[in-house]
């Protein structure tokens, strides 16, 4: 099982809960864009928690209100090329497992 703990800045004056319904609640909520701030992967059966991308990942998780759904996670640990350019990476460069902790999604949510 894995657990996001993703934060976002919301301003005072926007926290009002007048027109939330339990149907729509948690969807108006979630609408805006979110800051990664903790990645823990746990295993079910031991308990036992592992950082897989590290204990400072990176990444963004956006919301739009018609429905679409984006997010980008990295590891803070990510070793730049060794050329300025990501299409010019060596065959070693691509493998690297640190290399591969790079996830994008975007997708339409229901």
């Not at 746990?42 to 990176?58: F, I, N, Q």
Request: proline share 9%.
């Amino acid at each position: 099982m894995s657990m996001f703990d993703a934060r976002r800045d919301i301003p005072a004056g926007s926290r009002s809960t007048a027109s939330r319904t339990p149907a729509n609640g948690l969807r108006h909520q979630l609408i805006g864009t979110w800051q990664l701030v903790s990645y823990v992967d746990r295993d079910v059966d031991s308990g036992e928690e592992t950082h897989p991308m590290g204990d400072h990942p990176l990444g963004f998780i956006t919301y739009t209100p018609d429905g679409f759904v984006s997010a980008h996670l990295s590891s803070a640990h990510r070793p730049p090329f060794q050329v300025n350019d990501p299409y010019g990476g060596t065959a070693e460069e691509y493998r690297s497992p640190l290399r591969r902790l790079l996830w994008p999604l975007s997708s339409r949510r229901t």
